[in-house]
């Protein structure tokens, strides 16, 4: 089993920062791909960026230019440093980790809420 810690949620104003992490432990075997979701009040949740673990990186369109993601292999964290944060970035935001059987896990997730 692998557990999930997320930590850098918080209230911050709009045009602030935040940086997100996730440390995983536990049964890990290899961790493939890493990644970031947000849910919104009343919303499905949505992919926010994800890292794999050659380094390459995704992002949500609403996020282009403003979050970046990336991880550290001999810590299994992995980070979303948060700039320019809007208020629409307000949600709940959970790390999602893919082991290489495929296998996602899922952390508890952490509020941001960005005030105006």
């Known amino acids: 089993q692998v557990q999930l810690v997320e930590s850098g949620g918080g209230l911050v104003q709009a045009g602030g920062s935040l940086r997100l992490s996730c440390a995983a432990s536990?049964?890990?075997?290899?961790?493939?791909?890493m990644g970031w979701y947000r849910q919104a009040l009343g919303t499905q949740r949505e992919l926010v960026a994800f890292?794999?673990?050659?380094?390459?990186?995704n992002y949500a369109d609403s996020v282009k230019g403003r979050f970046t993601i990336s991880r550290d292999n001999a810590k299994n964290t992995v980070y979303l440093q948060m700039n320019s944060l809007k208020r629409e970035d307000t949600a709940v935001y959970y790390c999602?980790?893919?082991?290489?059987?495929?296998?996602?896990?899922w952390g508890e997730g952490t509020l941001v809420t960005v005030s105006t």
């Open positions: 999602k980790v893919v082991n290489a059987y495929g296998v996602n896990y």
């Open positions: 536990g049964s890990i075997f290899r961790l493939n791909a």
């Open positions: 890292i794999t673990s050659g380094g390459s990186t």
